[in-house]
């Protein structure tokens, strides 16, 4: 059929069969990259064929456990490199994700779902767009208010890696000016809009190449899987585009087409520096962050037990007790190498970056510490592997495999990088703290009160502010 099918066969899924249907994106304009979130929740809220949304809202109640639809960016391991080092950004893979669940006896309907909204969604809804529109703003708004610190992480890793960059700009505050700009488009000229919106869905829906780019993801056990086989190849004979499809590029060795336009976007858009973003606020969400390694360094799983004793320990200790916040932490991401500290609902702001700055010192503390307390390090690996075995529900494991089929994590790696979590030693606690001292391209993302600001900077703690509200 030209579709790639992928199968998760579980003991039991009591029933239930799980489906993803991704549709490749990466031939839609750079500029809509934007439009991609309002695209999908349009797929499911403004009506699509012969149903209007309260119709579609409840075929979808009646017959399936519900449907979802989503963008989906992620960077992949690529062909030829080093698995587990620390990648460019620029190989990964861009799918709108359509989502559900049903009982075996019901995937016609979910399938048939499926194929509705991919093909005949109703863009063409004025009202209803401009009512999303409106709702995206506010929750933007509330949410860089509320939790300041996912805003200011968000700003940080944009600075980094096409993928954050872009990540950053569909959800981040970026996002903010793209939904009031998109609202005074809907507004003043929705054919504009309209033909936006169409154009996208004519790229995804190309039919010489998108079945290349459509892969169906499934989640269940035997007796699902041999009771829903008819289904399945009924659905994949009806989907859009040609059987025999024109091949798209291969992600995996060479870089996503996006990947030129949005370098220079970012040139432009997200240098390395301090910001400060002024919102309505009597508490400050301070974060700051920079490269820990370096693009091709290979990342030990032992990163993931040092950084989780940081955001428990000293970051607890300094951010939340000594310093009133209401948390503080820090995340480490392997696969771009970027580090970051953030604080939740903070009274400090400048106090709060002093205490990030003296973390490197307190781990080499730690770390000399725990050659005398081998009881430390066995709780500080204890937790970080209890991170990793949380217990999941069949979508859930579904999902996971999913991901990593997606982006070539091999059992191998994920073996090695436990086995590295496991044999942490005080050594690899030095080795990440001289590594913090030396954070390469470090960079701020505060969001707070404009009298906060204020006082940072007779502290010595400058940044280049903006009004968010």
């Not at 204890?382 to 529900?393: C, E, F, Q």
Request: hydrophobic letters at 40%; charged letters at 25%.
């Amino acid at each position: 059929t030209g579709v790639t099918v992928v199968r998760h066969e579980l003991g039991s899924t009591s029933g239930i069969a799980y489906a993803n249907l991704a549709v490749d994106v990466s031939g839609v304009a750079t500029e809509d990259i934007p439009l991609l979130p309002l695209f999908t929740r349009m797929m499911l809220e403004t009506g699509a064929g012969e149903y209007d949304s309260v119709a579609l809202s409840r075929r979808i109640g009646t017959h399936t456990g519900g449907v979802s639809a989503s963008a989906l960016i992620a960077g992949v391991e690529v062909e030829g490199g080093t698995e587990g080092a620390v990648t460019s950004g620029e190989h990964f893979v861009t799918k709108l994700l359509i989502t559900g669940k049903a009982t075996s006896d019901k995937t016609d309907e979910l399938f048939s779902i499926f194929d509705l909204i991919l093909r005949d969604a109703n863009l063409d809804a004025k009202s209803k767009i401009i009512e999303i529109l409106k709702q995206a703003k506010s929750q933007k708004e509330s949410t860089v208010q509320g939790s300041g610190h996912a805003t200011s992480n968000a700003r940080i890793r944009s600075r980094y890696n096409v993928v954050g960059y872009i990540n950053e700009k569909m959800t981040g505050l970026s996002s903010l000016d793209v939904v009031k700009d998109l609202l005074d488009q809907a507004e003043n000229d929705f054919p504009a809009l309209l033909a936006r919106l169409e154009n996208i869905r004519n790229t995804i829906l190309e039919k010489s190449t998108c079945r290349d780019g459509m892969i169906l993801d499934l989640t269940g056990d035997a007796a699902v899987f041999e009771k829903i086989q008819p289904s399945v190849e009924n659905f994949l004979s009806k989907l859009p585009g040609d059987t025999n499809a024109d091949k798209l590029q291969d992600f995996y060795s060479e870089p996503h087409p996006w990947v030129k336009e949005i370098k220079e976007e970012m040139a432009a858009n997200a240098p390395i520096a301090d910001e400060g973003f002024i919102v309505p606020t009597q508490v400050s969400y301070v974060g700051k962050g920079g490269r820990l390694y370096d693009i091709d360094e290979s990342v030990s799983g032992s990163t993931a037990v040092v950084s989780r004793f940081l955001g428990t320990g000293y970051m607890w200790d300094n951010i939340r007790v000594i310093g009133g916040a209401y948390g503080g932490f820090c995340q480490f991401n392997p696969r771009d190498g970027v580090f970051s500290f953030l604080s939740y609902r903070d009274p400090n702001l400048a106090g709060s970056i002093d205490v990030y700055d003296g973390a490197a010192d307190a781990l080499l503390a730690s770390a000399a510490d725990m050659e005398n307390d081998p009881d430390a390090l066995t709780t500080a690996i204890i937790g970080a592997i209890a991170d990793m075995d949380g217990a999941l529900s069949p979508d859930q494991k579904g999902s996971a495999q999913f991901k990593r089929w997606l982006t070539r994590e091999s059992p191998e790696q994920r073996q090695k990088y436990r086995d590295e979590v496991l044999n942490t030693t005080p050594a690899d606690f030095k080795a990440f703290a001289e590594r913090l001292k030396a954070l390469k391209d470090p960079s701020s993302a505060v969001v707070s009160s404009k009298a906060a600001f204020e006082d940072a900077a007779k502290a010595g703690k400058e940044f280049t502010l903006k009004n968010v509200m």
